[in-house]
Structures are given as C-alpha cells and as structure tokens.
C-alpha cells in the first residue's frame, strides 16, 4: 500500500537527537499536496530544511566528543548540527521538480551517525 507524501512541516526525529525536528520545503514552484509543498529527496539541507533534533549524543560530533572528553569521560550532548544524506529510496515514479519524492518509508542518515525518520508526514494523501 503507498505510503503518505512527506510535505512541509512533517515532523523528524534522529537516534541521537534530544527533540523531534520540522522539515522545510522551500516554496519554489512545487507540487502541493494538502495545500504543502512536497519534498524531494534533496531538502536534507540544515537549519533551510532540516531544524537542528535538540542536543545531540552522538560521539561521532566533534562537539559532543570534546565535550565528554573535557567531562572526564561523562557524555555531554552537545547543540545538533544535521548534516543528513538525500532521503532514500524516494518515490522515483513521483517526481517533483525532477527529483524524486519523499514518503514516510524514507529515511535520511546524518554524518555524525544518527538515523533520521519521518515520524509526521505532514499529510494524509497516498501517493507514493
């Protein structure tokens, strides 16, 4: 059965990520879906698409190692810094702009290790 379209303002949430975080499609000539813009497998872009998930606890950020190690060993979460992958596998037989779409059956990965999931799509319709 086809899964939700991910729209503008669907929520995420990251393994390491203290928070769920918004995704933004930028309004540039898009398909709307339920009155959004629907996004593409390329909005992976941070603070422009993906808000910061919280603190972050991974040790593979920089931030978060320097600050566990200056703890004396007790992990220290650090501010998120998303830098995700494109959303795979996308919907290559809807195409927006392009590009392939995003429903909720994708999942991004973030370079410090955290897996990315859409947990609100942000619509309702099934068309990928």
């Not at 390491?16 to 959004?36: C, D, H, I, R, S």
């Not at 872009?45 to 600050?67: H, Q, R, T």
């Not at 060993?73 to 779409?101: F, K, S």
């Amino acid at each position: 059965m086809p899964a939700p379209l991910v729209v503008s303002n669907a929520l995420m949430a990251c393994t390491f990520g203290a928070a769920p975080a918004k995704l933004t499609v930028l309004p540039n000539p898009q398909v709307l879906v339920e009155g959004q813009p629907a996004a593409v497998i390329a909005d992976i872009k941070a603070v422009a698409n993906v808000a910061p998930f919280g603190m972050c606890s991974s040790l593979a950020n920089p931030a978060v190692a320097s600050a566990t190690t200056a703890a004396q060993g007790v992990l220290t979460p650090q501010p998120c810094t998303p830098q995700l992958t494109p959303w795979a596998p996308g919907i290559p037989l809807v195409l927006v702009g392009g590009q392939p779409a995003v429903n909720v059956s994708c999942k991004s990965v973030c370079s410090f290790g955290g897996a990315i999931s859409i947990t609100m799509p942000g619509a309702k319709q099934t068309l990928g």
